[in-house]
């Protein structure tokens, strides 16, 4: 009766590789692309970046195209204002136009400049897009492991109820103690109490979820996840974020920026021009005048201006020298750090599914065998029943932080690791 018992209980409890079938009807699954394609749509991070990177692209024309030119109006009274143009030669109405034309090159560099920056906001938006991706992923596979907890905790619960079960049962016939009825007691609440906790991580998860997609969509439920491969090695990974990392490409691309702003504000000593011309028309027998005028701004102040512009353009290319190295840093050091905690979780989990949780399903066929006849004491099974469920939350553990880390790699280097599938 007891073994019935115990070995239907076991049942209910299955294994980590298997699926958790419930009574209850299940809720829609919820895949990871639907979030994705919610999250480019939705998020206000991205939006922003975006719009930022679409107003960049707008700043190379306006700069790099000359000041509008102005129509001069004139009328030229003797006498008094607006006299009639027969009272004196002197007296004319003009019409005429002037230009201001920037010294050659001018212009071009400040276009350039322009350019360059808007090439850094698109790296910065493809960075901004990886990210918060990444963020999602990252979410994602919370949600994915609490609801997984929930799932392992749950059935272990009622394991262990049904253990309390044979427990007292025995007590009652005098074939056990009671101290086996108060620890499986004890394990019964703790998980209860473990499960509201859960449930509360779960609820902040998806609270998580829905910030980052700016949007009240209903969850459901995440959908099975499974272990991807490392695609690269840490070489490969390190010369991908040096040469593609949207992140470093963006910083380098204002280094190339604040480079031609020096070149821009060395041109600022050369003096820019001003044309003009103007037809002035007088009375009837008296000759038109006609009038061209050129003008040239003269530098005169280039120790307080110029030669300040360019210290300045030199200090900010310089900062921006510095970033770069500070972001390369940044991104290596990120690089290693999660391509060394993906591989660590990769031994963990080869050792979970060859040994650890193998293992301890047969220590625990074992426990129940000598619990029958009386070799092995109820404590003995009970802890044997717990270390299975803890080798099984850990599993799903080290299987989440894998596959974090790819995602939280996916920024670095500027490429999809991770496959999203169904």
């Not at 103690?177 to 394990?187: H, N, R, S, T, Y």
């Not at 028309?281 to 061209?292: E, I, K």
Request: proline share 5%; with cysteine.
């Amino acid at each position: 009766m007891y073994r019935l018992a115990i070995v239907v209980a076991i049942c209910l409890m299955g294994t980590v590789l298997a699926g958790t079938v419930f009574a209850q009807e299940q809720p829609r699954v919820t895949l990871l692309q639907e979030l994705t394609a919610e999250l480019e749509k939705n998020n206000p991070e991205i939006r922003g970046a975006r719009f930022r990177f679409e107003a960049a692209t707008k700043r190379p024309s306006q700069v790099g195209t000359l000041p509008e030119p102005k129509l001069t109006l004139a009328n030229v009274g003797v006498g008094q204002p607006f006299s009639r143009l027969h009272v004196s030669e002197f007296a004319y109405r003009g019409i005429g136009f002037a230009q201001e034309i920037p010294f050659p090159g001018k212009l071009g560099l400040a276009a350039e400049e322009a350019e360059r920056e808007a090439d850094s906001e698109r790296q910065n938006y493809r960075s901004i897009v990886l990210e918060k991706t990444s963020q999602l992923k990252t979410a994602y596979y919370d949600w994915y492991f609490v609801t997984k907890s929930i799932e392992i905790t749950t059935k272990n619960r009622d394991l262990l109820d049904r253990l309390e079960q044979i427990a007292r049962a025995r007590y009652a016939v005098g074939k056990g103690i009671q101290p086996d009825v108060l620890k499986a007691q004890v394990e019964v609440s703790g998980l209860a109490q473990q499960l509201e906790l859960l449930e509360q991580k779960k609820l902040i998860t998806e609270a998580r979820i829905r910030s980052l997609l700016n949007s009240e969509v209903p969850l459901g439920r995440p959908s099975d996840i499974r272990q991807t491969a490392m695609p690269l090695q840490l070489d490969s990974i390190l010369q991908i974020v040096e040469n593609r990392s949207p992140r470093l490409q963006s910083e380098q691309a204002m280094v190339q920026s604040r480079a031609v702003a020096i070149d821009r504000a060395r041109r600022e000593y050369r003096p820019d021009f001003n044309v003009a011309f103007q037809w002035q028309h007088t009375a009837s027998g008296f000759p038109d005048y006609y009038m061209a005028t050129a003008e040239i701004k003269l530098p005169v102040y280039f120790g307080r201006k110029q030669r300040l512009g360019v210290e300045e353009a030199q200090a900010r290319f310089q900062e921006a020298r510095e970033n770069y190295q500070a972001a390369r840093q940044d991104l290596v050091f990120a690089a290693k750090d999660k391509y060394f905690t993906a591989m660590t979780s990769e031994k963990l989990l080869a050792l979970f599914q060859s040994g650890i949780i193998p293992q301890s399903s047969t220590a625990l066929e074992s426990a129940l065998s000598g619990y029958e006849v009386g070799n092995v004491d109820f404590l003995t099974l009970l802890n044997n029943a717990i270390t299975l469920l803890n080798y099984e939350m850990q599993y799903y553990q080290e299987l989440t932080k894998h596959e974090q880390a790819l995602a939280a790699l996916e920024p670095l280097v500027g490429v999809e690791l991770i496959s999203i599938r169904p």
